[in-house]
């Protein structure tokens, strides 16, 4: 079986490094989506009542979990651009933070001592005794 080739421990670390600065330089991080929406006003002289294009807004809409729970918040539309940074930044320090496990096991992989079973995926054979026991049929005397 062929092993894949593995980056050097100095290399691993210097991507760890890099991918912690990339983290600390997030500032704002919010989980769910931001949209925009417009509305009716519910005047029926005003031209949203018959005429789409002319709603108000667009609004900042914030979309989460919270507690179990869909919350949706209208936001002011100057904290509009700084929410969806931070939607952004959320899903990116995901990802940073996958790179970061992925890097840590390569580097710990990379360190350990024993060269013989250094990153072979050890394969799993069943436990016989966590299967159910298998009954006999009644008469069937052994």
């Excluded at 919010?30 to 807004?57: E, F, L, M, V, Y």
Aim: glycine content about 4%; charged content about 30%; aromatic content about 4%.
């Amino acid at each position: 079986m062929r092993q894949a080739k593995r980056a050097s421990p100095d290399r691993t670390e210097r991507r760890l490094q890099a991918i912690q600065r990339r983290i600390a330089a997030l500032q704002y991080v919010c989980t769910g989506t931001i949209s925009h929406q417009t509305r009716r006003c519910g005047k029926p002289t005003c031209a949203c009542a018959n005429d789409p294009d002319a709603r108000h807004g667009p609004y900042y809409v914030w979309s989460r979990r919270q507690d179990n729970r869909q919350i949706n918040s209208m936001l002011p539309n100057e904290a509009g651009p700084l929410f969806e940074q931070a939607v952004d930044n959320y899903q990116k320090l995901r990802d940073l933070l996958h790179e970061w496990e992925r890097a840590t096991a390569d580097l710990l992989l990379a360190k350990t001592t024993s060269k013989s079973r250094r990153g072979q995926d050890i394969s799993v054979r069943p436990n016989r005794r966590s299967q159910p026991a298998r009954r006999r049929p009644r008469g069937d005397v052994r």
